[in-house]
């Protein structure tokens, strides 16, 4: 009785996810929304943002919602807001986020000595590429994760709590 008319196949999900519809600032005013009112203990639903926020630092696409939900089943965390925490951070940034890991897993592996400068910088082998980008981006976005994960565990906690005490305050 109330479905839309058109028949929405998976190309239109899949252009709502790169590109909503409805514009990204309603998009997320929509997930924080969505987020702040899980009826669910205080400190789930926060830890579980956190996980999903953390997650989208992992340089490997796709695999962000299945990473923050692991990491939410691991800490008691909500699974919902995890997942919902992924979508933080739009695709389009994504790629700068993804450098950003690159850059600090090198400077990191350098400093410790355990970086090597692949052999052969013009090849383009898929073992060259894994040893010349993934292994330093993936280095640097364990070290962005452990230093994101408590931001956005006392940032989404203190926008949670405040949501929730103007709610309490409108309805009494």
Same mark, same amino acid.
Not at 42 to 56: D, E, K, L, Q, Y
Not at 83 to 98: A, E, K, S, Y
């Given at each position: 009785?109330?479905?839309?008319?058109?028949?929405?196949? &998976? %190309?239109?999900?899949?252009?709502?996810?790169? @590109?909503?519809s /409805?514009? @990204?600032k309603?998009?997320?005013?929509? $997930?924080? =929304?969505? *987020? /702040?009112?899980?009826? $669910?203990? %205080?400190?789930? *639903?926060?830890?579980?943002?956190?996980?999903? &926020?953390?997650? %989208?630092?992992?340089? *490997?696409?796709?695999?962000? !919602? =299945?990473?923050?939900?692991?990491m939410?089943?691991?800490?008691?965390?909500?699974? $919902? +807001? +995890?997942?919902?925490?992924?979508?933080?951070?739009?695709?389009?940034?994504?790629?700068?986020?993804? %450098?950003f890991?690159?850059? $600090?897993?090198k400077?990191?592996?350098? @400093?410790?000595?355990?970086?090597?400068?692949? !052999?052969?910088?013009?090849?383009?082998?898929?073992?060259?590429?894994?040893?010349?980008? /993934?292994?330093?981006?993936? +280095?640097?976005?364990?070290? =962005? /994760?452990?230093?994101?994960?408590?931001?956005?565990?006392?940032?989404?906690?203190? !926008?949670?709590?405040?949501?929730?005490?103007?709610?309490?305050? *409108?309805?009494?």
């Open positions: 009785m109330f479905k839309s008319k058109k028949k929405r196949n &998976i %190309s239109f999900y899949i252009k709502e996810i790169c @590109w909503p /409805m514009g @990204w309603r998009a997320a005013r929509y $997930v924080a =929304l969505r *987020v /702040m009112r899980l009826s $669910v203990a %205080s400190n789930a *639903v926060p830890r579980g943002f956190a996980c999903g &926020i953390t997650a %989208s630092f992992f340089p *490997v696409l796709g695999t962000h !919602a =299945l990473i923050a939900a692991a939410a089943f691991v800490i008691r965390a909500n699974a $919902v +807001a +995890a997942v919902l925490g992924t979508l933080v951070f739009p695709p389009i940034i994504l790629p700068i986020i993804f %450098s890991d690159f850059l $600090v897993g400077n990191f592996l350098q @400093w410790t000595g355990l970086y090597i400068t692949p !052999a052969h910088a013009g090849s383009t082998t898929t073992l060259e590429n894994i040893e010349g980008f /993934m292994i330093p981006a993936t +280095a640097g976005a364990i070290l =962005l /994760m452990l230093a994101v994960w408590p931001l956005s565990y006392f940032a989404t906690k203190k !926008a949670i709590d405040l949501f929730r005490q103007h709610r309490q305050k *409108v309805r009494p």
